[in-house]
Nanobody, 115 residues
Framework: QVQLVESGGGSVQAGGSLRLSCTVV?????????MGWHRQAPGKQRELVAS???????NYADSVKGRFTISRDHAKRLVYLQMDSLKPEDTAVYYC????????WGQGTQVTVSS
């Protein structure tokens, strides 16, 4: 099974930026797998915010469209999430997984946006 490790979270003020990284540390190749970034805010269900196919086609939740950019590096087995113009409502733990959440969930990385 694929093991994924997220990094890059932190605390920023509204309007700031962060870049999250997802590293595939073990398991089979994900080069043809549609990967996604998910997030879970306190008291809320986990939601998919962005996804990217093996060929680079991206999709975004309406709440982050125009502010977040998902990308991937096949050679390095990395998936990124560039987050710009951050808002307090983006505060959550962010997780990398397949689009459908079928791999084991990692610990995620905390993103906190203050107003």
């Amino acid at each position: 099974q694929v093991q994924l490790v997220e990094s890059g979270g932190g605390s920023v003020q509204a309007g700031g930026s962060l870049r999250l990284s997802c590293t595939v540390v073990s398991g089979s190749s994900i080069s043809t797998t549609t990967m996604g970034w998910h997030r879970q805010a306190p008291g809320k269900q986990r939601e998919l915010v962005a996804s990217i196919t093996g060929s680079g086609i991206t999709n975004y939740a309406d709440s982050v469209k125009g502010r977040f950019t998902i990308s991937r590096d096949h050679a390095k087995r990395l998936v990124y999430l560039q987050m710009d113009s951050l808002k307090p409502e983006d505060t959550a733990v962010y997780y990398c997984n397949t689009r459908g959440g079928y791999s084991a969930w990692g610990q995620g990385t905390q993103v906190t946006v203050s107003s």
